[in-house]
């Protein structure tokens, strides 16, 4: 998987959206220019990001942000090598792209959120990642604990209450897709909104744009879900989201819920 550098980033009055992370949070997603956010809900494991439908192996695809899928899906050959996890292993392994999974109001909700506790820090790079589990937040190079550091509330019943509707809807999706019984899966840490600017990288965790597999960086997720709260073109420029298979490139271009 890679997202793209693109040279066509534009400066925005706060950030970006999502981005690379250390100290033990996983690499971030999306983009370039523009506040732009995304959050990304890590439940143990490899797979439902984005999608298209299934194409010859020698094929690119590109889904736009203009376009409208309610589900496109991509079917690939599962790995061999999934942990010792009964039950959890997919039945079927793909990528799949939805749109209109959450609405307007979810996603300006989600996004205030965000503002919220990222506002008590920020990446020395173009990447600032907030954790709302572990209160995890980029503050220069490091983190810092949110709900350590800051005194008073910072977020209210309301605003947990959004994140967990949010949150149980995309294990539910996990669950359908990917045809894993509902007890047998959970959400792992971290699950973070990611922000990402045109900021000059500062750390190599600012560098989102190398190939990775989370899997690989995480053995016990199995699936993971980006949802994206802006939209290219729109908010921002850049920032594709890019499956890299051995022939041939499979971008997205975000867009939000």
């Not at 307007?104 to 790079?125: Q, W, Y």
């Not at 019984?181 to 744009?209: C, I, Q």
């Amino acid at each position: 998987m890679k997202r793209n550098k693109s040279a066509q980033r534009k400066e925005s009055s706060d950030a970006k959206a999502s981005a690379p992370a250390a100290n033990g949070l996983p690499e971030p997603t999306v983009g370039v220019s523009k506040t732009r956010y995304a959050v990304r809900l890590c439940a143990i494991a490899v797979g439902l990001y984005v999608l298209m439908k299934q194409q010859k192996a020698e094929q690119s695809t590109r889904v736009l942000a203009a376009d409208s899928h309610r589900l496109r899906r991509m079917n690939v050959t599962c790995a061999k090598d999934y942990g010792p996890f009964p039950g959890c292993s997919p039945n079927v392994c793909g990528r799949a792209v939805m749109d209109q999974f959450a609405n307007d109001d979810e996603i300006k909700g989600l996004i205030d959120i965000a503002n919220r506790g990222m506002s008590r820090g920020g990446g020395a790079g173009g990447a600032t990642i907030l954790d709302l589990h572990s209160g995890a937040l980029s503050r220069g190079k490091e983190f810092i604990n949110l709900y350590k550091s800051v005194k008073g509330a910072v977020f209210n019943e309301e605003d947990f209450a959004l994140y967990k509707t949010v949150k149980d809807r995309v294990k539910k999706a996990v669950e359908f897709e990917f045809k894993i019984p509902g007890k047998k899966l959970y959400l792992t840490h971290p699950t973070f909104f990611s922000r990402m600017n045109n900021k000059p990288a500062v750390t190599s965790h600012d560098e989102y744009w190398h190939p990775h597999i989370d899997r690989k960086t995480y053995p016990s997720f199995y699936y993971t879900s980006l949802l994206y709260l802006t939209t290219n073109k729109k908010h921002f420029q850049g920032g594709e989201f890019v499956f890299l298979d051995k022939n041939s490139n499979h971008t997205i271009e975000p867009k939000a819920g």
